[in-house]
């Protein structure tokens, strides 16, 4: 089911804080997932409700317009490749929590798409990539029967999750990937040994991994690097194992196996 909050988002929205609560409050359950996504590394939510004076309605529209007409086409890849059903996708202006986000909703997995975010990252011309990786988890989530995010909850396992959603980004979209810039694959190709060096580290001892994956981090000068390693790590796999497979693994072999492949 599409549940797009952004036509409520316009009836409300003059530009000011008190204008996005009042949008926000129509729905409860992703007003909680907002503020929870902020509280759950100790921030408060209202310190950010500041970063809605960056985007000028016009920004919102154009990420809301392209977004509506390449998720159809995403959605019929996904299905030919596997039988997803039973899910929601939600379009919404947050505080910048995530341009993507896959998370329950209304008790069902859901991808979450945030405009604001969309609009900041200037992602306009690569929602196809993000749709699709997107999708990815999604996919995970469905085939799985659990709920992805839980798995998370150890960073190490962030390598698996996130390299089979670049994996289903790679298959419907190609490259260059949404999160890409020019040299950046070429330069992880190079680099992959210092990678996995750099992330091995970080895992003995017992480091933070954010650096790896999130947009407003560098390492080694670069972003997203997680995905890089991520993807390598399940294009290993399918060397013996289906996708259908990977995405069923235990998580004991899991861990096991991202060691194999860091060593």
């Known amino acids: 089911m599409l549940i797009d909050t952004f036509p409520c988002f316009l009836k409300y929205w003059d530009g000011s804080k008190d204008s996005w609560i009042e949008y926000i409050k129509n729905y409860p359950e992703l007003f909680e997932k907002i503020k929870w996504d902020y509280e759950r590394y ?29 998720l159809p086409e995403v959605e019929k890849e996904v299905k030919k490749l596997f039988d997803v059903t039973d899910y929601n996708i939600v379009i919404y202006v947050g505080l910048e929590n995530g341009a993507g986000w896959v998370t329950e909703f209304k008790g069902k997995p859901s991808i979450l798409f945030g405009l604001e975010a969309i609009a ?18 999604l996919i995970h989530w469905l085939l799985r029967r659990e709920n992805v995010e839980n798995l998370e909850d150890e960073q190490i396992m962030w390598l698996y999750t996130e390299g089979f959603a670049q994996r289903i980004e790679d298959l419907i979209s190609g490259r260059p990937w949404h999160l890409e810039e020019k040299g950046w694959f070429e330069w992880c190709e190079e680099n992959e040994e210092v990678i996995k060096k ?25 972003q997203y690097l997680g995905y890089y390693l991520g993807y390598k790590f399940i294009c290993r796999l399918e060397q013996e194992y289906s996708l259908e497979e990977i995405v069923k693994m235990e998580k004991e072999v899991i861990k096991r196996k991202i060691l194999e492949f860091l060593r």
């Open 198 to 222: 750099e992330f091995l580290r970080r895992v003995e001892e017992k480091e933070p991994l954010n650096p790896f994956f999130g947009s407003w981090y560098t390492l080694f000068g670069k």
């Open 42 to 70: 100790k921030m408060d939510w209202h310190e950010y409700l500041k970063l809605l004076s960056k985007r000028s309605a016009d920004d919102l529209k154009l990420a809301h317009e392209n977004l509506l007409k390449i």
């Open 120 to 137: 900041e990252l200037g992602w306009y011309k690569k929602l196809k990539g993000l749709a699709a990786h997107e999708f990815g988890h």
